[in-house]
């Protein structure tokens, strides 16, 4: 635990010089999950589904969440939004005045007040709307809930914001079978943008949908995001999708973050071997070209019972001793880049092509 503890201290005051435009700062998030077994329901381990997460996201910046399913991507997501509540952790948000606010720490009504600021892109566009509500109905539910307008105002602002995402303002007496799959998500990205937030965490939200669809769907985040000024931690895994709409890219494995950089550094030149493995499965576009991938040994660990030391060991072509026995600290190798490898400085990693 000492370690863990100085990495984190290290990690704010890292985070501290750089400038002072952090909206968001996660420090050793943790959600462990009970295993409870038997007739009487007793205490038999965890599922540590987040264990001990660290990383920032500044005012105005994508952040790419990329890793396995089953790593704890959208666990990680739900913690910070405290749609389930952490075990252990502080995430540190800046408020309106500039001061930061841990989230972990506030009451149910000092919390409402932030989750105008705080909002969420589901990843279904088919089941995260009520199909008994009409357009005008599930948009302008968060304005309602929150007291912001009623009445004629009420119906201009929902007009306002179905105009927003690209839908027309005449189909907002509309019910969601109406409409397409991406038709559907410009409504969910409406009612996430209701409150006018400065945060939002798109959970998968463009996985659902069509290729094609889903290059709309980016190109209109990214037109929201500059209009606004919103700062997003995106959620997937697709690497392609991360690549294109991330400023930088964080890599989570069996629920530890285990590098965070700039996306092309990170595309580039990879500091960790489970990153380096990931970049590889990434598809060339170029038929010509041959990528040779990295095809890891072994199973992905139990978040129940993981391995000693660096929970990648078991699979790592490059663990050492040292790997098997002592976790690696979370630490900075370069600008605003962050590992937890222990020979995060001696390896050579092979990176991916930016396309």
């Not at 008994?132 to 306002?160: D, F, H, W, Y």
């Not at 069996?254 to 580039?268: I, K, N, P």
Request: include cysteine; aromatic fraction near 8%; hydrophobic fraction near 35%.
């Amino acid at each position: 635990m000492s370690q863990v503890r100085e990495s984190t201290a290290f990690d704010v005051v890292r985070v501290s010089k750089i400038k002072n435009d952090i909206i968001l700062n996660v420090q050793s998030l943790k959600k462990y999950f009970p295993i409870r077994k038997g007739f009487f329901q007793r205490m038999d381990g965890y599922v540590k589904a987040v264990d001990d997460v660290n990383f920032y996201i500044r005012e105005g910046e994508t952040f790419g969440l990329v890793g396995e399913s089953g790593c704890g991507k959208t666990t990680l997501g739900r913690c910070v939004l405290r749609a389930i509540e952490p075990s252990e952790g502080a995430t540190l948000f800046r408020d309106r005045e500039g001061q930061m606010r841990d989230l972990n720490k506030l009451d149910a009504k000092e919390l409402r007040k932030f989750r105008r600021d705080i909002q969420l892109i589901f990843q279904d566009p088919y089941s995260s709307l009520n199909p008994r509500m009409t357009v005008q109905n599930i948009v302008g539910e968060p304005l309602i809930c929150n007291k912001l307008a009623s009445g004629e105002e009420l119906r201009i602002r929902v007009r306002q914001l179905v105009e927003m995402v690209g839908l027309n303002s005449r189909h907002m007496d509309r019910y969601p079978h109406a409409f397409s799959g991406g038709q559907r998500q410009r409504i969910g990205i409406a009612r996430a943008l209701a409150t006018n937030p400065r945060f939002v965490v798109c959970d998968e939200a463009v996985s659902a949908l069509d290729v094609s669809v889903q290059a709309q769907i980016l190109n209109l985040l990214q037109d929201l995001q500059k209009q606004l000024g919103l700062s997003y931690l995106f959620i997937s895994h697709d690497l392609g999708v991360i690549q294109h709409i991330s400023d930088r890219v964080g890599v989570m494995y069996v629920g530890r973050m285990v590098e965070t950089a700039r996306t092309e550094d990170l595309f580039m030149r990879p500091r960790h071997p489970y990153t380096e493995a990931l970049l590889s499965a990434k598809p060339v576009p170029d038929p010509r070209k041959k990528v040779e991938r990295i095809v890891l040994a072994g199973e992905v660990a139990n978040p129940a019972n993981p391995p000693s030391g660096c929970y990648f060991h078991p699979r790592c072509p490059y663990a050492q001793e040292i790997c098997r026995s002592e976790k690696p600290v979370w630490r900075p190798v370069s600008e605003d880049h962050f590992v937890a490898c222990h020979r995060a400085e001696e390896l050579t990693l092979q990176g991916a092509q930016l396309s």
